[in-house]
Each structure stands twice: as C-alpha cells, then as structure tokens.
C-alpha cells in the first residue's frame, strides 16, 4: 500500500533556503501540514507562502535552535496548531569550516548546539506525542563530514558524528516503539553554505540539487530506511575510510594540506599567551 501523507503534520527546522526549504516544499505538495522554523523572517514568510499555496497548513516560527526553549516549541506548537505530530526533520545546520587553531570555544559551542543538541532536544520534545498516537517518524540530515571528516572541519565533523551516533542509537532504543529513526548522510549538495564557509575551501567537483536530500528524506519515511547516503556513491567513499584508514588519512593531508604559516602562526600565539 502507498504511503498516504495527507493529513499528516511534520516539522522541518532550518527552511529558509537549500536543502530545508525544499523539503518543506515537496512535503506541502504532499498534503502534509507543517511547523517550520529559520532564523530568516523574510525568507522564512516567502517559504510559508509557497507551501500554503499547495494547501498545506503553516506555522512559522523565527529563531534560533540554538536556543533550547525555542526547540521545544516546535513540537509544542504542532499539537497546538493541528493536533498531532507525525514527522520531525532535523534539516538546520551551521558550517564551520576553518582550521582548529582558529576556532574559539563559543564557535564549538555553536556549532554543537545547531547540529547536534537541536536535533535532540527536539526528538525528545517529539517522542510523547508521537508515542502517545502510536507512531512517527525522526530524520535527521547529517552530512558525510559525520562519516568521514574533512580537512579543516574539526568541529563541524565532531557535530556530525554526534547527530550520527544519536540517531544509531535511537534505532535501537525505539525498537518496537513504531517510532521511526532514520539518517541521511549528504554529500556536496548545491546550497548557499558552500559561500558562508570561514576559509576556502578546496572542493571543486559536482554539487549535487537539494531535491536529491529531499527525495532521501521522502524515501526515509515511506520505505522506513535507516540510513541513505546521497549521492549514492558516497558509501564507496565512506568503505575506504574504514577499510584504509592510514591511506585516508595521507590523502586527505595531501589534498587539503596544512599551510606551514598557519602552524608558525599557532605557535608563535601559543607562545605568546
């Protein structure tokens, strides 16, 4: 049997534009109704009104994730608004792409809180109701960078395997529950965080379309997968980590190395301190 979104409600975070604001999309014109969530109020609004024009029923929150209480509301405020709670994608993120020698303790902080603490403290704002009616469905959009950390992406990586490692173990906690946790482990995908990063970055090859994300996201639920890689072939990549660790490690210095100012600079300040 089809899976039948109708009537359904989901919150989606981060939506204001790429990957998040696609999903809220295609899920509108799947009849679902929806809490979204960005910091961008204009972007934001012009999100909302795209999805309502599929017919879909709208909240919009401006704020933070950032910010726990604001989290929370999220799922408070789909029971408010609809009456139920049938799906949470953990879509918001941050980058932070620079070298550790760089990165003070309140940009780690940040960085945990959006792309990991969020996604938890949602899911468990989200487990009651979805508990209490029986079934739901949690997808959390992490990044390869959870699977395979990227020169200069320290901070950024440790987020991402966190949310990763959550979302394993909600597999197993949720077993029987017939509430629902899935991964989606997304590669170089065409979205405005490639002009938001801290220092260059090196990459050059295909960025793929958001709605490539939103597809896994769709498939996540329907198929009741528990984890996608897009693209596809991103798996391969992920096996030769693991299955070449040292060879990973060699290449990665090689192709992204460590500039030798950069090291005299970070001594010189470690010194000075």
Not at 128 to 135: T, Y
Not at 203 to 219: F, I, L, Q, T
């Amino acid at each position: 049997m089809a899976f039948d979104w109708r009537g359904r409600t989901a919150v989606v975070t981060g939506v204001s534009s790429g990957i998040g604001r696609q999903i809220a999309v295609d899920l509108a014109r799947r009849g679902v109704d929806l809490v979204v969530c960005a910091r961008r109020a204009p972007l934001l609004d012009e999100v909302a009104r795209e999805c309502g024009r599929h017919g879909a029923g709208v909240e919009a929150l401006v704020g933070d994730v950032a910010e726990r209480p604001f989290v929370e509301s999220l799922a408070a405020r789909a029971m408010e608004r609809f009456g139920r709670l049938d799906v949470v994608v953990n879509n918001a993120g941050v980058s932070k792409h620079k070298q550790i020698y760089n990165v003070t303790p309140d940009e780690l902080e940040y960085v945990l809180r959006v792309n990991f603490l969020a996604p938890a403290w949602l899911t468990l704002a989200a487990l009651p109701p979805m508990l209490a009616r029986g079934e739901g469905w949690i997808v959390n959009v992490s990044s390869m960078a959870g699977k395979i950390p990227p020169p200069r992406e320290a901070v950024y990586a440790a987020s991402k395997f966190a949310l990763n490692g959550f979302t394993e173990g909600l597999w197993l906690d949720l077993d029987g529950s017939n509430v629902h946790a899935a991964v989606v482990n997304v590669g170089p995908i065409d979205t405005e965080i490639w002009r938001k990063t801290d220092e260059p970055t090196r990459y050059r090859g295909r960025k793929y379309p958001p709605s490539v994300v939103s597809d896994a996201v769709v498939r996540c639920v329907e198929r009741r997968l528990h984890e996608v890689y897009v693209p596809r072939m991103m798996m391969g990549t992920w096996l030769l980590r693991v299955l070449f660790p040292a060879g990973f490690r060699r290449g990665a210095a090689r192709w992204d190395p460590v500039p030798a100012d950069v090291v005299a600079a970070a001594r010189e300040a470690a010194r000075r301190r």
